[in-house]
């Protein structure tokens, strides 16, 4: 066996592409308009740095009203396609509850190699603790999401030691909603996406949140789609196992109806990924 009871590529490859069957381009065609219809409508600070390289940026989407909280957005594309633009979209009901957004661009393999892309992820969270009072935001107030790959970084920055590595306090998130996640990397060197992301023993063993300590107490939520494969909502049951063998404050469901891309449609004002992350900020 190759990854639990997968014997071959072709079965692992069924259960990790939700594109299958999907029109790529009219998916991101949707996407892509959606966000540039919000940039011309919202208040937004784009590609602001928040590390040397020139993929780490973001674009903060701003709320009226001055010292709101901050939720920092991490997007999905297997941590190989796609970028911080493409997503704005996810920011237009949350700044309409009165919630800043910082949606998060970060270099995609093979360009750099795995553990770039986390050390990225912690570095937007990082720097919006220290500067986002710059942008007129509460740095004191952060929670994070994302989707797919973005769901693992999510779950990756719960397993930061942000106090031994940054000089952060440990409770700097006040929430994480995980969406779609990956948390056990193993199925992925017998992958179609190993080409891409060259991850080695080593890396699965150190990226893969399910088998590292959680030292982030904050509420988490995981979430997965009804309609997508079982291997999505067998990897979210995991990790919400063994989140609450640690004490987390942890709660997991499955969105019915939803497959791995409409699942995003509850970042919508008034949507459930909404008011989700505004009860992270005591709304």
Not at 175 to 192: N, Q, V
Request: hydrophobic share 45%; aromatic share 10%; proline share 5%.
């Amino acid at each position: 066996m190759l990854y639990r009871d997968f014997a071959t590529q072709e079965a692992i490859d069924r259960e990790y592409d939700p594109m299958h069957g999907r029109d790529p381009a009219a998916l991101l065609g949707d996407w892509q308009a959606r966000s540039d219809a919000l940039r011309e409508r919202c208040r937004v600070t784009e590609n602001v740095a928040f590390g040397p390289t020139l993929a780490e940026r973001m674009d903060v989407y701003q709320a009226d009203a001055e010292g709101a909280p901050l939720h920092l957005f991490l997007h999905g594309g297997y941590w190989r396609s796609l970028g911080h633009r493409e997503f704005g979209f996810v920011a237009e009901g949350l700044v309409a509850a009165g919630i800043n957004v910082a949606v998060v661009n970060y270099a995609l393999c093979p360009t750099v190699a795995f553990g770039e892309v986390v050390r990225q992820a912690r570095a937007a969270v990082a720097w919006a603790y220290r500067h986002g009072a710059s942008l007129g935001v509460d740095p004191s107030r952060l929670s994070v999401s994302g989707h797919s790959a973005g769901g693992h970084l999510t779950a990756m920055l719960l397993a930061t030691d942000w106090q031994g590595v940054y000089g952060l306090p440990d409770d700097l998130l006040e929430g994480a909603l995980c969406i779609s996640g990956l948390y056990d990397l193993r199925p992925f060197p017998w992958s179609w996406l190993q080409p891409k992301l060259q991850l080695t023993g080593r890396d699965v063993q150190t990226y893969s949140p399910l088998f590292l300590p959680c030292r982030v107490a904050a509420p988490v939520h995981l979430v997965a789609g009804g309609e997508e494969s079982m291997e999505f909502a067998r990897q979210m049951q995991a990790h919400a196992e063994h989140l609450e063998a640690q004490g987390m404050a942890v709660s997991a469901e499955l969105s019915p109806g939803d497959d791995h891309f409409t699942i995003l449609d509850h970042y919508a004002p008034g949507g459930r990924f909404v008011q989700r992350i505004a009860a992270f900020h005591g709304g």
